[in-house]
T-cell receptor, first 114, second 114 residues
């Protein structure tokens, strides 16, 4: 049963700390998306990769957020330093390289910055 | 310009009735895909239905159908015979071939009344 795996599922951290969220995409999917979901903004696209190359990270605050794909089985989203306004649910999704196929979502990481 | 517009803030429907959730999109890419996802209170993102820009027929998937009007750039989701379990947030999304980006609307909350 192929699925996107995100860790951790929940994270509570203090303001100023570094947070790293991890995502294992479905094997064979070459496109990986990172989204942030809040009540006010809905599902915002932060960054996405195709064949591990970043295509667009314009949705991310560059000064504190970074996204990487060190290999085809791992995508990371890092926040340093974290701020209370970063509190949200962060989703990773992966998809095959075609507009005809749906993206599969992980369970999300619920981040709370206090 | 917004790529995906979902303007209905919240919808109510009586159990067993049909309901239409609106979605309009904006793209100059001739090749694209439109997707609907459901997000119940548990938070997971569940893929429901897909429509390709070149598809001649409206997509159907069980109780879900998509009213695709290409000239008007609308892709409304129709849920027939609503069930209590249909109560959730519903997101419309656009994936463009030129850049593989997958963009979501702000979502619509659907509540099914017994």
């Amino acid at each position: 049963d192929a699925r996107v795996t995100q860790t951790p599922r929940h994270k509570v951290t203090e303001m100023g700390q570094e947070v790293t969220m991890r995502c294992q995409p479905i094997l064979g999917h070459n496109t990986v998306f990172w989204y942030r979901q809040t009540m006010m903004q809905g599902l915002e696209l932060l960054a996405y990769f195709r064949n591990r190359a970043p295509l667009d990270d314009s949705g991310m605050p560059k000064d504190r957020f970074s996204a990487e794909m060190p290999d085809a089985t791992l995508a990371t989203l890092k926040i340093q330093p974290s701020e209370p306004r970063d509190s949200a649910v962060y989703f990773c999704a992966s998809a095959a390289d075609s507009v005809n196929t749906e993206a599969f979502f992980g369970q999300g990481t619920r981040l709370t910055v206090v | 310009a917004q790529k995906i517009t979902q303007t209905q803030p919240g919808m109510f429907v009586q159990e067993k009735e049909a309901v239409t959730l609106d979605c309009t999109y904006d793209t100059s890419d001739p090749s694209y895909g439109l997707f609907w996802y459901k997000q119940p209170s548990s938070g997971e993102m569940i893929f429901l239905i897909y429509q390709g820009s070149y598809d001649q027929q409206n997509a159907t998937e069980g109780r879900y159908s998509l009213n695709f009007q290409k000239a008007r750039k609308s892709a409304n989701l129709v849920i027939s015979a609503s069930q209590l379990g249909d109560s959730a947030m519903y997101f419309c999304a656009l994936r463009e071939e030129a850049n593989s980006k997958l963009t979501f609307g702000k979502g619509i909350t659907l509540s099914v009344r017994p």
